[in-house]
């Protein structure tokens, strides 16, 4: 995952995204490309301490010195059910808003890809689906690819395709 993410350079081979070989990229410019096209949710949220939820989510577009677009920052606070939330620390949080905070600012700058590494692992069973059906919704109605990497196999049998991996081999 994190070779797809621009995250980890691989020792050998190449990795495509949109056509571009993205480890031919300098570190500026793969800074960039992560920021610009890659989403990334981690299993424990990632968020920074000291911002409220709407400030966490909007991270990624002022790194990039980018605007806000209001109108989709409502959307998708909206879309998460997070709208009286906006203000409050992520410690003021459960742990299901927090990750539909992390998932809010990964869809925020409209990635083509989402990289989830287990992101309903510290959640119940209602948060779980909630955040599931969050991503199905992402890549529906934004054409946004999904890669989700999970051990629960309710969970992955959502996905349109499932790719096992079995002692560090694709089976």
Request: glycine share 6%; no cysteine.
């Amino acid at each position: 995952m994190h070779l797809l993410g621009g995250v980890d350079r691989p020792t050998s081979g190449k990795v495509f995204i949109d056509g571009e070989d993205i480890y031919q990229l300098n570190d500026d410019e793969l800074a960039v490309f992560r920021r610009r096209k890659v989403g990334l949710i981690y299993q424990f949220y990632n968020l920074i301490p000291i911002l409220n939820v709407e400030e966490n989510v909007t991270l990624p577009l002022k790194l990039d010195n980018r605007e806000v677009d209001d109108r989709k920052l409502n959307e998708l606070i909206t879309l998460l059910g997070l709208e009286k939330r906006k203000t409050h620390l992520p410690n003021e949080l459960s742990g299901g808003q927090q990750q539909r905070t992390s998932i809010a600012r990964s869809m925020i700058t409209s990635p083509a890809i989402i990289l989830a590494d287990e992101p309903t692992g510290n959640l119940d069973s209602k948060a779980s689906d909630e955040i599931v059906a969050l991503l199905k919704k992402s890549n529906e109605e934004y054409q946004q690819t999904i890669i989700m990497i999970t051990h629960n196999m309710e969970i992955a049998n959502v996905a349109d395709r499932i790719l096992k991996i079995e002692d560090g081999k694709l089976v």
